[in-house]
């Protein structure tokens, strides 16, 4: 159903707002789309619901809450004037608050614009620059591996960091993989003949190429268990990193491009498969609602861009997927991230855990904390901390062998809170399917 | 995934109907745009404010009451205190009695059901209580709701909350119910009320925020150090009452396998008699099918229905016909007398004895589609304090077929 709103900007327009927030009649200057994001606000009606469930507000009172600095303080938000509220810095932006909102309002994307907009008045923070360009990260550190691990865990030099940059000490990085995933993948070669018609490019992500291959090599041994021809395409990072430090400028640049390296594929009948479940929320929701770029080839890879189980559930659902699983018992608390939720779902990955035989306790915790380099930040450790403790107390109670979750963060979070194993779902399945020929 | 029964809405009517199936063994999914009802009411079962006019509506067959059925009722309310019984959080009350407790702003409200947090309020009872002022927690003024109760009004200071560092004063209900749930924090609250409470009344009335996952233990810890009966007084919302009841059903449904996705936009398609669902989120959709097809999205407040400025109504998922009682124009839809009744309050949709929506022609509009709720016309909820009996009574019947 659309949605008539009236705008004043200089002019009064009308917008109708499809449920992607499409502007199909609107004339404005500069990223229309985002200014519909933020013209949700309208359709709140102050029940603070959003409040309610932010994890962030729930544990320190830096954060006022989603609707305080997202609908309330839009209203005195104007293109030209300094931002009306700072502590919007202290959003995670972990997304709860548009998913439990009734009535339709995007307050997570709303704050992601406005730190966008302090960002450009007041300039980036060297440490939020270099948190975003993970991408750059993993191309230095790689090749040096192992290395390029060792500078990260000096205690002296930790602390020179959190000193200089800010970064906390206490927080841990993953290591360098010295094989990228996409060095592994030129090697490989699929083991049997591909008889399917299913074209799968998969976006690995920076997380998969420079740090765990292995959440890659599962995934594609699974995808070509099905019989499913897979490309891992030109592309680069997807841009989250940066766009949630509020560096909408540089964000928009590695959006631009994926959608250009990308979009020929999928006009070549290629679906895009990742398994972060970041990579993916941007790739398919993100670069329209938060950085407003739209446009044919856009719209075509938001359209085919799909989870891994949101892919795998619905060749399952035609029929196509290989269930002929090893059946295993294993107890494993599955966190859905944040990101996994903003993808409204379901929880594939827990439901073909329990096909698989795994007992599987859900977590109810929204979110871990960390919220990609969130919780990397000296002011912000703590409170990144105190919201996943619910989380970390679970997983101490159930005490499983590991800990399954499908977002890189998360998982490099969860481990060193809890002293887990944390594993993404796609190697569960690529496990359960080892053990028996095809 | 085939579901036996697909719920649309996560108010207190969706939410229950789910839990109810999901307990039989079903296969239950539940979507909904967004949390729903219960974090804007107070927590408690309203039934019907005076008791004696209960039988008209089961037997006015228009009303949501006579197409559940005494049976319906009695079963849901009795259901929902089991399934909130085993999350430790008992319901207190029974049908045909009311209980009489406070409301914020220091008027009385009829409940049929409580939570124990609440009903050392009944005002029936003769011992004599006071209301605890918190200075800093600016959503209760116990000075307001003292002088229309005529208590007494005792000022208890709120501890410095560890996690704080802006030395900004409480903001919130739900915050402090966080920090109740924590023993460390009430063991604080206790040293500094206790002096204070000396030569208190029997009662204490508190606003509602003791506690959200742990509320049960909150209290009891706090009445025992402290000696006298507390009870809760439900606030605006968010509802931490309203909240404690949506999660434990949601862990109630989690725990009983069933399916749960907030976010899509849902809309619903009708053919050759047989319903189904696309759900839409982040522009994709995704199309569900199921045995039964529940609609429990509410009514104007919650998005189940939509007027137009031009007077139309429509229902927003299968936008199925809208029964207005003739009622064209908007300035037809409300009385003189703000608090009601007004006409609007009766819109919804017509469904059958079988909560089957009706079709224009009055015959069922899909063989597979039940309305429950808020959404159903024919009921002041607000002038007759019916609205959760109608959810929960509609809801258990459409977990029945």
Known sequence: MPLVVVVDTNVWVSAFLTPRGHPAQLKLPLQPVTLLTTLTSDLCIKCNICTSACPVAAVTDLFPGPKAVGPQAQRFRHPDLPSADHSVDYCSGCGVCSLVCPHGVQIAEMNAIARSRLVERYGLPLRNRLLGRSELLGKLGSPFAPLSNIPLKLPPLRKLIEAFLGIDARARFPAFSRQTFRRWFQRHKAGAPLIGFRKVVFFHGCATNYYEPRVGQAAIAVLERNQIKVSIAEQNCCGLPMQSNGDFASARAYARSNIRKLAPWVREGYVIVGTSTSCTLALKHEYHSILGLTGEEADLLADNTYDIFEFLEMLDEAGQLDTRFVRRSETVVYHAPCQQRSHAIGRPAADFMRRVGFTVVESQTDCCGVAGTYGLKKEKYDIAAAVGRPLFEQIAEVNPNRVVCDSETCRWWIESHTGKKSVHPIEVLAEAYKGRKQ | ?401
């Open chain 2, 1 to 401: 995934m085939a579901y036996d029964l697909l719920i649309i809405g996560s108010g207190l009517s969706g939410l229950f109907a789910a839990c109810c199936s999901a307990r039989r063994g079903k296969r239950v999914l539940l979507i909904a745009r967004g949390i729903g009802s219960t974090h804007i009411g107070a927590g408690t079962i309203g039934v019907m404010n005076n008791p004696a006019d209960l039988e008209a509506a089961f037997a006015s067959p228009d009303h949501p009451y006579a197409k559940a059925g005494r049976r319906a009722l009695e079963a849901a309310l009795a259901e929902l205190q089991t399934i909130c019984t085993e999350h430790d959080y008992p319901l207190h009350g029974e049908l045909g009695r009311n209980l009489t407790l406070p409301t914020a702003a220091g008027s009385t409200r009829q409940t049929c059901l409580a939570p124990q947090t609440m009903i050392a309020g009944d005002l029936a009872r003769p011992e004599p209580f006071a209301l605890a002022a918190l200075p800093g927690f600016r959503d209760f003024s116990a000075a307001l709701a003292a002088a229309n109760l005529k208590a007494c009004v005792i000022t208890l200071p709120l501890p410095h909350a560890p996690r704080r560092t802006s030395g900004a004063p409480h903001t919130s209900a739900t915050d402090l119910a966080l920090l109740l749930d924590r023993p460390d924090y009430r063991e604080a609250l206790i040293a500094a009320w206790k002096p204070l409470l000396k030569n208190a009344p029997p009662r204490l009335g508190l606003p509602a925020i003791l506690g959200l996952a742990h509320s049960a233990q909150a209290h009891g810890h706090l009445q025992s150090a402290l000696g006298l009966e507390l009870f809760e007084i439900p606030l605006l919302p968010p509802s931490v009452p309203g909240m404690r009841l949506f999660d434990l059903l949601r862990d109630d449904l989690a725990a009983h396998d069933g399916r749960f996705i907030l976010g899509p936009t849902v809309t619903g398609q009708i053919h050759e008699g047989r319903a189904t669902v696309t759900a839409d989120a982040n522009g994709r959709t995704k199309t569900h099918t199921a045995e039964t097809i529940v609609l429990a999205t509410g009514g104007f407040l919650h998005g189940g229905l939509a007027a137009e400025s031009n007077g139309a109504v429509h229902e927003t998922v299968f936008n199925l016909p809208v029964d207005t009682a003739g009622l064209g124009a908007r300035t037809h839809w409300t009385s003189e007398v703000f608090f009601g009744p007004h006409p609007f309050s009766r819109f919804g949709i017509r469904v059958n004895n079988y909560l089957q929506p009706l079709d224009a022609s009055g015959k069922p509009a899909a063989h597979n589609l039940l309305a429950i709720g808020s959404l159903l016309a024919g009921a002041d909820r607000l002038t007759e304090g019916s609205r959760e009996g109608i959810e929960l009574a509609t809801a258990w019947k459409a977990t029945q077929t």
